[in-house]
């Protein structure tokens, strides 16, 4: 099952303007992740902050977390055609020590040149 | 190496076939997982494989049937499939307990006609 929503379901802006994408969840967490998926390809790890941390850096990614919301945004700054892609949240599942992903229903980011 | 590796990439196969997804990780990874990712929607899981031993079945039908022979290798056996089961299948691995950072394989695309 899905933990929770992601929006917008679809973004397209244009070279160089930056990108918001929101995920709210629905439980309880220890961290939250956030996956860049290709067209058609496998996940890629981005970035994981944890539930103590309200807001983490890496390169041009922004992930701030708000566990009172329960609510995750990844910021895409300065977003180059490169960055075409869906991105999903993702949190892990019931059986917790099994790191089990559950992942929102994910963000279709279209950059063009 | 930090790759996981899945064969084949696309795999067509009838409703009375019998064929297997081959996923391979040499990272020293002990937990393995096959997700199930239908077009447009997030990876889902199906199975988790913990010190080569099956912790997780999120009520897959047998029609699918996981194997983990050894600590780098997951298979999985696929019998008598529908043509709703099309879809891509997602392997990833995990570094028990240290982190829930999954890193995933590129995925084989399955078509059942």
């Known amino acids: 099952s899905q933990q929770g929503e992601e929006d917008p379901q679809a973004l397209s802006i244009q070279e160089g303007e930056n990108a918001t994408m929101n995920c709210s969840y629905k439980?309880?967490?220890?961290?939250l992740q956030w996956y860049r998926q290709n067209s058609g390809r496998g996940l890629v790890h981005l970035i994981l902050?944890?539930?103590?941390?309200r807001e983490k850096h890496s390169g041009r990614l922004r992930v701030t977390l708000d566990t009172s919301k329960k609510s995750s945004s990844l910021l895409i700054t300065a977003s180059r055609a490169a960055d075409t892609a869906s991105y999903f949240c993702?949190?892990?599942?019931?059986?917790?020590?099994?790191?089990?992903?559950?992942f929102g229903k994910g963000t279709k980011l279209s950059v063009k040149p | 190496d930090t790759e996981v590796t899945q064969t084949p990439k696309h795999l067509v196969m009838g409703m009375t076939n019998k064929k297997s997804l081959k996923c391979e990780q040499h990272?020293?990874?002990?937990?393995m997982y096959w997700y199930k990712q239908k077009a447009k929607k997030p990876p889902e899981l199906m199975f988790v494989?913990?010190?080569?031993?099956?912790?997780i079945n999120e009520s897959v039908p047998s029609r699918f049937s996981p194997e983990c022979p050894n600590s780098s290798l997951l298979n999985l056996h696929l019998h008598a499939l529908q043509p709703e089961d099309s879809a891509l299948y997602l392997c990833?691995?995990?570094?028990?307990?240290?982190?829930?950072?999954?890193?995933f394989g590129p995925g084989t695309r399955l078509t059942v006609l």
């Open positions: 990833a691995s995990r570094v028990t307990s240290a982190t829930d950072t999954q890193y």
């Open positions: 439980t309880s967490i220890n961290n």
């Open positions: 902050i944890r539930s103590n941390e």
């Open positions: 993702a949190t892990v599942g019931y059986g917790g020590s099994q790191g089990n992903l559950i």
């Open positions: 990272m020293g990874h002990r937990a």
């Open positions: 494989y913990s010190y080569e031993k099956l912790s």
